[in-house]
């Protein structure tokens, strides 16, 4: 049962992965984001846990992982900076559905020498649960880390390490201490490592949880790089836009600069208008039919539009004239405005702002309309989270944190 989850997951992420089409611009933009999602992916369908550890330099972080597995494996000493670049050793499990952990070492994230900090906090972000160790009190730095770790939606256990060193009665003010630094609604849990306390803990956790928590990272940054992708596509549509509403803007004026007696040719406008929306939807990949462009015209409000006109009709001072001289300059290419009487400019001016703020209207609305069909992990992880316990709470400061629309309005024209 529980194996044909995770595998139902790898299928369904490789697929998805599959039908994205990427351009060979796009692979190399995000190249490093594509590596780890497809390691993320590889471990997901060899059933691969990874474990990473992190912390300040001399908690013991390589201590701790040793003590797994009763082996030494990472190397350790008494002065710091003994752990100099991250360390991978891997372990297989018996009789479960998991078949091995991957245990991450790493250099202390505030020790001198450590040439990218950046790379290292990046390659213990793509573990599927993170051990924060530390030895004793929390400082601010500590802090900060365990808060960006928190912001990218990880799963964190505190490992308060070292406890041989502090007095028995001092124990429990230490750990109260660090609660309340962290955040509350999170319940991050603070194991001691005392004996086979973390052992126990982390046992308990990779037969019960391992699963879930390898298939939610995976549809995490497989969510994250899809934001990216997105991000990416919108941006070079965001400029085929803008360039496709200035030559509309231009060719609405022109012809209203070349006719200045004839007020504004409300039919060949609407057409102008039409034929704008009908570009813009091709640029955002949405096929147009009549009737929907004439929805688009409804739910753009009409008074959006005429705001716009009247800012500029009623005030025909000559300051104002001048004003519009500089904005419609660049858009007339080379049609001079000069030999013809205010009201062409005027008339120029409105066309060219009306057009533009229908252009930036209506690719909002293709944008609404345009909703990449094909699955969205994103989707998946809302399905999953809602019916897990406690221990997923963090997958709700991720799914908080993430809002789709106020990230993208910024990349329409
Ligand atoms: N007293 C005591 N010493 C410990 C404990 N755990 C680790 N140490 C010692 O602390 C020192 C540092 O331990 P490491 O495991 O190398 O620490 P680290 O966090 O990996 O250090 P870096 O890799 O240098 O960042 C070593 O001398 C360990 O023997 C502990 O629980 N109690
Ligand atoms: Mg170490």
Redesign the pocket.
């Known amino acids: 049962m529980k194996q044909l989850k995770i595998n139902k997951y790898y299928f369904l992420l490789k697929n998805w992965w599959e039908t994205m089409d990427l351009t060979n611009y796009e692979k190399r933009t995000l190249n490093r984001e594509i590596i780890s999602f497809n390691q993320q992916i590889y471990r997901l369908k060899e059933k691969k846990i990874r474990i990473g ?1 992190y ?13 797994l597995f009763n082996k030494n494996m ?11 670049e991250i360390q991978a050793e891997e372990y297989t499990l018996k009789d479960q559905t998991l078949k091995s952990i991957e245990l991450l ?4 994230f505030d ?1 001198c020498n450590i040439k990218s900090p950046e790379k290292i906090y990046s390659r213990i972000n793509h573990s599927d649960l993170i051990l924060f ?1 530390v ?1 004793g009190d929390i400082n601010r730095n500590e802090i900060s880390e365990i808060s960006a770790f928190i912001k990218d939606g990880k799963k964190i256990i505190i490992v308060l ?5 502090l007095k028995k009665e001092d124990l429990k003010e230490i750990i109260e201490n660090i609660k309340l630094k962290l955040p509350k609604d999170l319940n991050i849990p603070i194991i001691i ?1 005392n004996e086979n306390n973390i052992r126990n803990y982390l046992a308990n956790i990779v037969s019960q949880y391992g699963e879930i928590l390898l298939i939610l990272n995976s549809l995490q940054l497989a969510d994250k790089l899809f934001l990216k992708i997105k991000e990416e596509r919108l941006k070079k549509r965001q400029k085929l836009a803008q360039s496709t509403i200035g030559k509309f803007s231009t060719i609405k004026a022109s012809t209203v600069a070349l006719n200045p007696l004839i007020l504004f040719d409300i039919a060949g406008s609407f057409a102008l208008d039409t034929a704008l929306i009908n570009e813009l939807s091709k640029i955002y990949g949405l096929n147009l039919k009549g009737e929907s462009t004439r929805k688009i015209f409804k739910n753009i409000s009409i008074n959006n539009l005429f705001l716009g006109v009247s800012q500029v009709g009623i005030n025909t001072s000559f300051n104002l004239i001048k004003k519009v001289f500089l904005l419609t300059a660049p858009f007339t290419n080379g049609i001079s405005l000069l030999p013809y009487v205010p009201i062409a400019i005027i008339q120029a001016a409105i066309a060219i702002h009306s057009t533009k703020i229908l252009g930036k209207l209506a690719a909002k609305e293709i944008f609404i309309r345009s909703k990449f069909s094909h699955m969205d992990p994103f989707i998946l992880i809302q399905n999953i989270t809602f019916k897990e316990p406690d221990i997923f709470n963090h997958i709700n400061i991720y799914l908080s944190k993430r809002n789709l629309n106020n990230n993208f309005v910024s990349f329409l024209p």
């Open positions: 550890a912390g300040k330099s001399g908690v013991g972080k390589s201590s701790v992982l040793n003590s990472f190397k350790t000493n008494i002065i710091n900076g003994s752990t100099r070492d790493s250099p202390g020790f160790v030895a390490n070292k406890i041989d060193l490592n």
